[in-house]
């Protein structure tokens, strides 16, 4: 989001700066494009080893005084054989980055600012070779390899999560879209007396960072996670709010019994999210010695923390898409954007990858899922307490589905949920130190002990699928592990 205050609060911040940086370059009029083009390469490559996220070229701006003089220059009617200067510039810059020319109507007279995304993934070039500024001088990158190093150590992926959801932002515009003293109860911390402690601690996670003219910037995170209405920012923005809908029978040509599209972020409409879930989640009745009582036929801990898994592991460049929770008649189906960075089968073991670190840190802080590595591992061991049949994990290339499923008897199950079944309880029994064998498989499919012969041919199964191998091959009754264990 630009406009022109900001842009002009912009210019005046850079002419404020003593002298010329590595990051940023004032012209008059020189327009000469293999000009432009390698100080395009040379500043955003200055501005990742100075720790900018952008760097600044600016026309009609004195270089000694800094003084707004003008400028005649339009980037949009220069011509380099036959095309605009912008598309020029695009196709001789090597990776293409998301430069962007603006006109400003500066008080003082007419200035161009050209505004360089700082180098992310590899140095950039013009023309096939990558500059560095040093002083007044663009000399070539591979001449000063300290600088090259410096460079290489110092770019980072792309966190969607520190990008800019509004930018120049007042204080007030701040606390209106923000919630944030939702923040504050949920971290755990005093609600500040004053706004200086407000914007502090909310700078300090991230969650708004420091504009131009005494302005301010609302992170991705600090939206997604505290909006007060996701719908007040822009539409990718506002699309990651997450969607309920529960139909009236087991698939989708059933009738729409309820729909919940969230408004707020993450954070502050979590509890309200699980809470209504678990209100519509089916249940049965049991009659104890005198009250008769209703069981979720879901465990509450494992909706809540496949929901926030959900949350956390989705891929939040993918546009057009949020999490998305499908409540049916005979199971609860959880899908988040984005291909698994784990493979299905070794999400219970191994370590968590996550594409928003910045988030899964902040909502752990908040209580809202499980410490790092254990949430997944207690959704497949609460499975087996309500002897429900295996959850199935199902990924592709845009997108990634836990179905957790209502209970069934083992005779209900099909193969392949028994084999499933078989291969996470032997994951379990492995990650808790035990091993496998037919007795406790028999106990997870309530299975009797006298049909334990059940048991034995669905371990069977498992053995020929290759998903689990007999601990000691000396010692058979020793029991079974994981195939990669």
Known sequence: MTN???????????????????????????????????????LSNSARIEGRDCAYMVWGVEDGSHAVIGTNFNPDTKKVG?????????????????FGFRVVHHPQGHVVLLE?????????????????????????????????????ERMQPYRWEQGVARQYATGDEVLALLDYSQYFRLTGQPLPDNRAGIFDRLEADRLIARDVGDRWSITNLGAILFATRLGDFEASLARKAVRFVAYGGNNRAATVTHRH??????AVGFEGLVGYLNDLLPKNEHIGAALREAHPLFPELAIRELVANALIHQDMTVTGAGPQIELFSDRIEITNPGRSLVKPD??????????????????????????QGSGLDKVFALVEVFQLPPPLLRADENSMQVVLYAPRSFAEMTQDE???????????????????KNASLCARLGIDPKNAAQATGVINKTLGAGLIR???PDHPRAGYVPHWA
């Open 470 to 472: 007999v601990a000691d």
């Open 261 to 266: 599209d969230g408004q707020k972020g993450y």
């Open 418 to 436: 028994r084999v499933r079944a078989c291969y996470f309880h032997a994951v379990l029994k492995f990650l808790s130190g035990d091993k496998m």
């Open 82 to 98: 036959g095309q605009v200067l912008p598309l020029w510039l695009a196709n001789s810059l090597q990776p293409s980055i998301a």
């Open 4 to 42: 022109e205050a900001r842009d002009i609060a912009l210019i005046d911040e850079l002419r404020a700066q003593s002298a010329e940086t590595p990051w940023l370059e004032f012209k008059g009029n020189n327009t000469d494009p293999d000009a432009i083009g390698k100080r395009c390469s040379a």
């Open 116 to 152: 360089i995304p700082a180098a992310t993934g590899t140095p950039v070039a013009f023309n096939n070779i990558s500059y560095v500024r040093i002083g007044s001088a663009t000399p070539k990158l591979t001449d000063y390899p300290q600088r090259y190093q410096q460079l290489i």
């Open 346 to 371: 070794r999400m219970i073991d191994l370590p968590p990858r996550s594409r928003n670190d910045a988030l899964a840190s902040l909502m752990r802080r908040m209580g809202m899922c499980e410490e």
